[in-house]
């Protein structure tokens, strides 16, 4: 069974619509609704920097490996970046002709993605000024998130509106599998090992194979509303699932189970972000942000 520890930050705010973990360096930051980027110490559990980065809702926030930057995307159609040791601006530039609503930056490449309301994903070199490189069409409706697949570096999944979600590889410019099944939007895609899992406004969990795009389980009255935001740790083997009913539920990633339901009284969960190697996890939610801790204790449950 999941035990959460009592190390827990509550932090009331304006509606945190995106969360992330700096890979090695013990920062998280935030993505408001009102168009501010937060950055956090993950260990003292302070604020450290608050950047106005637009007028308009930020969605989407991402740390770039292998550099000092912090990126950022909403309804203003504009990637921002920022310096997030001084606060700075490195560049803004257009990315989308609608709202963005994710960004996913490649573990080795010089490259981010970024998807939005244009239904649109696109791809960006940072080692060139931030060139634009291709478009990856097909999705008919909002394309609500992007993501790497952490095993596979250049395949990635999509989750859109138009109640599909698809693999993709980046040297292709169609997708691998395009996965149907659920009978309303999708919202959240994650890789968890062989699988693809995915969230939708339908309050179904579906785990999907990467070998054929095949749903292999169906999970459902888990949440009570739009599932919004799925979370893997791939050394710990359990992901989380948060909703807009408020709930985060902790799931094995072997049987599926749930291990935990966890409440924190801030209203719909948007985003989740995992520390890759610790045991930390953050969730932006209406009400402000969560941080807490994990851990694994002796033998193979999770303390």
Not at 45 to 70: C, D, H, M
Not at 125 to 131: A, R
Not at 257 to 274: I, Q, S, T
Request: hydrophobic share 40%; aromatic share 10%; net charge negative.
């Amino acid at each position: 069974m999941v035990q959460i520890t009592e190390n827990k930050l509550v932090a009331k705010s304006e509606r945190v619509k995106a969360v992330d973990f700096h890979s090695s360096e013990s920062l998280f930051a935030t993505a408001l609704h009102n168009g501010s980027l937060e950055l956090w110490d993950s260990v003292s559990q302070t604020l450290i920097k608050r950047i106005q980065a637009s007028e308009k809702p930020l969605r989407s926030v991402k740390f770039i490996p292998n550099t000092e930057w912090v990126a950022t995307g909403g309804d203003d159609l504009s990637i921002h970046v920022y310096n997030y040791t001084t606060g700075s601006k490195v560049t803004s530039f257009a990315a989308h002709k609608d709202f963005i609503r994710s960004l996913a930056p490649h573990a080795t490449k010089p490259y981010l993605l970024s998807c939005g309301d244009d239904k649109l994903v696109q791809m960006w070199d940072w080692s060139k000024d931030w060139t634009f490189v291709k478009s990856f069409e097909g999705h008919e409706h909002y394309v609500m998130q992007v993501v790497f697949n952490p095993l596979k570096a250049d395949e990635f999944a999509t989750a859109s509106l138009d109640q599909t979600a698809r693999v993709w590889n980046l040297d292709s410019a169609a997708p691998q599998f395009v996965l149907k099944g659920h009978s309303k939007g999708v919202n959240a895609v994650e890789f968890v090992k062989d699988w693809i899992v995915t969230g939708s406004d339908d309050t179904t969990i579906r785990v999907w194979s990467l070998a054929d795009g095949a749903c292999i389980q169906t999970l459902s009255n888990l949440h009570e509303n739009n599932i919004t935001t799925i979370a893997y740790h791939h050394n710990l083997d359990v992901f989380f699932t948060g909703g807009e009913d408020g709930k985060v539920l902790v799931m094995n990633g072997d049987t599926l189970a749930v291990e935990h339901k966890l409440e924190f009284g801030l209203e719909r969960v948007w985003n989740a972000a995992l520390l890759k190697n610790g045991e930390k996890a953050v969730f932006g939610c209406d009400a402000g942000s969560v941080s807490l801790v994990f851990r694994r204790g002796a033998g193979d449950a999770l303390l």
